[in-house]
């Protein structure tokens, strides 16, 4: 009797040492990847503690009102600067858009060539640097493909890693050349990304309520969808086709939201022809969209 109590006991003690506990957790190791294989996995990265960028850009210009309130034709000229589109009274708006507060408002075209995610990536970076400067530097993107020396496909594991590693300079000193590529550069640019980060878990699409946080954190959004025929002729209308949606092929920038369309307003970089001068409206949780949806940090070096 006393042997079978004494293995009962050892049995117990073994199973204590054994299972985890909440205080605890276990702990999962990581096999060391090999140097060839592709990244998988964005580095985890902290952002820096920051105002939440709406609200330093709302005050900017609620300075910027109250210093004009007194000069009705200086307030036009400042809306009109901003880049504030007209909302049209048919479609009552409610929600968020960064371009009512003169950000992300330039549209640019890649051309024919698959230059979408390095365009999203560098647009990303510019629309952080508009927020956190108060400047309008126009970022190139043909650094980004030059270092890269890639003028195709990539994603946001490529474009954000080499804006913080080389980071990119101004359009008009290095003009973006189509899918063509220059030599490697050598020396390091000033405009950076300090620190990026998915706004989700990269194995799923990102939440409406994720990606709302992360627009009013950092401002306008990487992300990936499923571009279909029809989102390539859209004129502007709401883009909400019921699918089924092909994997990802296009990369957008998210700029608001409004919650009578259940949309996103994205900007898009296939010129001003494109949807309404360039923008357009995709319904919630239709062509894909929120997959590998980035957030992006900028800085600028002297």
Same mark, same amino acid.
């Given at each position: ?82 880049g ?11 929600g ?88 490697r ?13 998915f706004?989700?878990n ?18 306008p959004?990487?992300?990936t ?7 390539? @002729?859209? @004129?502007g ?48 949780g ?17």
């Amino acid at each position: 009797m006393k042997r079978v109590l004494l293995t009962l006991v050892m049995v117990l003690l073994v199973a204590a040492v054994v299972a985890p506990s909440a205080a605890h957790p276990p702990q999962f190791l990581l096999r060391p990847r090999p140097s060839t294989a592709p990244l998988l996995v964005a580095p985890k990265t902290t952002p820096p503690v920051l105002p939440p960028a709406h609200l330093l850009v709302q005050a900017r210009h609620q300075q910027a009102q109250a210093h004009h309130k007194h000069d009705k034709k200086s307030a036009q000229n400042l809306d009109q600067q901003a880049g504030a589109p007209a909302r049209p009274a048919r479609t009552p708006f409610r929600g968020f858009d960064w371009t009512m507060l003169g950000i992300a408002t330039r549209v640019r075209d890649q051309g024919r060539a698959g230059t979408c995610w390095a365009h999203a990536g560098v647009e990303a970076l510019e629309a952080n640097l508009e927020i956190r400067t108060g400047t309008l530097p126009l970022l190139a993107v043909q650094p980004v493909l030059d270092q890269l020396q890639d003028g195709g496909g990539g994603d946001a594991l490529l474009v954000f890693p080499e804006l913080q590693k080389q980071g990119t300079g101004l359009a008009k000193d290095y003009p973006y050349l189509v899918g063509k590529l220059n030599p490697r550069r050598k020396e390091e640019l000033p405009y950076k990304a300090l620190a990026w980060g998915f706004v989700h878990n990269p194995a799923r699409p990102a939440t409406v309520a994720e990606i709302k946080a992360a627009l009013l954190q950092f401002g306008p959004v990487y992300t990936t969808l499923s571009a279909t025929d029809a989102f390539m @002729r859209n @004129r502007g209308e709401v883009m909400a086709e019921k699918g089924p949606f092909p994997e990802v092929n296009h990369a957008v920038l998210i700029v608001g939201w409004d919650d009578n369309r259940k949309a996103w307003k994205i900007k898009n970089s296939w010129g001003p022809r494109w949807g309404d001068k360039g923008f357009g409206w995709v319904a919630w949780g239709r062509y894909r969209i929120g997959t590998s949806t980035a957030w992006v940090q900028g800085v600028v070096q002297p």
